[in-house]
């Protein structure tokens, strides 16, 4: 696994060939996620899953990638808030609740109100990569207020940053951007790889190639960590199924988004996105509803 810090401790995950432990002197074998469906054609390991608008799609398991290890039997949702919580006190993993936000959630946060209603940690976008033809790189306009209101609140910040580089030069100069904004500031989170699919128009990156995809995500994350951040990468399971490649990128951790009521990934991931309609006091409107899974000892 990559560094972790105390503030946002990683799983360490045991890929074993019958699936994914978190104890190695336990002979037991987790169980296959719910939400997960898998089944083998011709002796090769197949998974489906569904992306926002219902698509179904399969793809290849990869069993050398690290397994999601996750006993979703264990999840609870509260019924007044919609956040949800994991406790699996037989293997010492338990979660964090938190939210990312950018200046769509607006200018009048109320990072106490946010804090006191049980948001422990917030991802806050730092900018983003213009998919224009341009690429300007742009800073997200409340990127400053919202860090100062969340540390201010006493909550854990990390940070993510929106890609279109169509190079290894812009992906450092992105990296590099990133560095500038967040150094002021006690970033204790990891500076997160945004990089996705445009779908509903033109994009400058609809030329870049899978193993480009996967090795933007190694150059932004490692220049950032040989800065001393910890880091990770923002995908859905369609980006991890098709584009990326996992076996490259599985000593990196992943924060996933799946809006369903189960998440698909069969891979290990350490945040699960459940929800982008979330409503939580102090921010007006909807806002992203995430959960961080972290084992006990690492607290």
């Given at each position: 696994?990559?560094?972790?810090?105390?503030?946002?401790?990683?799983?360490?995950c045991i890929f074993l060939l019958?699936?994914?432990?978190?104890?190695?002197?336990?002979?037991?074998?987790?169980?296959?996620?719910?939400?997960?469906?898998?089944?083998?054609?011709?002796?090769?390991?197949?998974?489906?899953?569904?992306?926002?608008?219902?698509?179904?799609?399969?793809?290849?398991?990869?069993?050398?990638?690290?397994?999601?290890?996750?006993?979703?039997?264990?999840?609870?949702?509260?019924?007044?808030?919609?956040?949800?919580?994991?406790?699996?006190?037989?293997?010492?993993?338990?979660?964090?609740?938190?939210?990312?936000?950018?200046?769509?959630?607006?200018?009048?946060?109320?990072?106490?109100?946010?804090?006191?209603?049980?948001?422990?940690?917030?991802?806050?976008?730092?900018?983003?990569?213009?998919?224009?033809?341009?690429?300007?790189?742009?800073?997200?306009?409340?990127?400053?207020?919202?860090?100062?209101?969340?540390?201010?609140?006493?909550?854990?910040?990390?940070?993510?940053?929106?890609?279109?580089?169509?190079?290894?030069?812009?992906?450092?100069?992105?990296?590099?951007?990133?560095?500038?904004?967040?150094?002021?500031?006690?970033?204790?989170?990891?500076?997160v790889y945004d990089t996705e699919?445009?779908?509903?128009?033109?994009?400058?990156?609809?030329?870049?190639?899978?193993?480009?995809?996967?090795?933007?995500?190694?150059?932004?994350?490692?220049?950032?960590?040989?800065?001393?951040?910890?880091?990770?990468?923002?995908?859905?399971?369609?980006?991890?199924?098709?584009?990326?490649?996992?076996?490259?990128?599985?000593?990196?951790?992943?924060?996933?988004?799946?809006?369903?009521?189960l998440p698909q990934c069969p891979?290990?991931?350490?945040?699960?996105?459940?929800?982008?309609?979330?409503?939580?006091?102090?921010?007006?409107?909807?806002?992203?509803?995430?959960?961080?899974?972290?084992?006990?000892?690492?607290?």
């Amino acid at each position: 696994m990559r560094k972790v810090k105390i503030l946002f401790p990683a799983l360490a995950c045991i890929f074993l060939l019958t699936g994914c432990g978190l104890h190695p002197d336990k002979e037991e074998v987790r169980k296959k996620p719910a939400g997960v469906v898998i089944e083998e054609k011709d002796g090769i390991p197949y998974f489906h899953f569904r992306d926002v608008e219902e698509n179904e799609y399969e793809a290849v398991l990869l069993e050398s990638v690290p397994r999601c290890i996750y006993d979703f039997d264990k999840m609870i949702t509260d019924e007044n808030s919609g956040f949800k919580a994991y406790t699996d006190e037989e293997h010492g993993v338990t979660s964090r609740m938190g939210i990312d936000v950018s200046e769509f959630q607006g200018e009048d946060i109320d990072w106490k109100q946010v804090k006191d209603s049980g948001i422990e940690f917030v991802f806050i976008r730092v900018g983003y990569r213009a998919y224009g033809e341009g690429g300007e790189l742009v800073l997200d306009a409340m990127f400053d207020q919202n860090v100062q209101g969340a540390l201010e609140a006493g909550m854990d910040v990390g940070v993510y940053f929106f890609s279109q580089a169509v190079s290894a030069a812009e992906v450092i100069e992105e990296a590099e951007f990133v560095l500038d904004h967040i150094r002021p500031y006690e970033i204790s989170g990891p500076v997160v790889y945004d990089t996705e699919e445009i779908s509903w128009d033109e994009a400058r990156t609809d030329e870049n190639t899978d193993q480009e995809f996967t090795n933007f995500c190694k150059i932004f994350c490692d220049t950032l960590e040989y800065e001393g951040y910890d880091t990770m990468i923002y995908a859905n399971m369609k980006w991890m199924a098709f584009t990326l490649d996992m076996e490259e990128l599985k000593e990196y951790d992943f924060w996933y988004a799946d809006y369903h009521e189960l998440p698909q990934c069969p891979y290990d991931y350490k945040v699960w996105q459940y929800s982008e309609t979330g409503s939580v006091p102090g921010i007006q409107g909807n806002v992203d509803l995430d959960i961080w899974f972290q084992e006990d000892d690492e607290k």
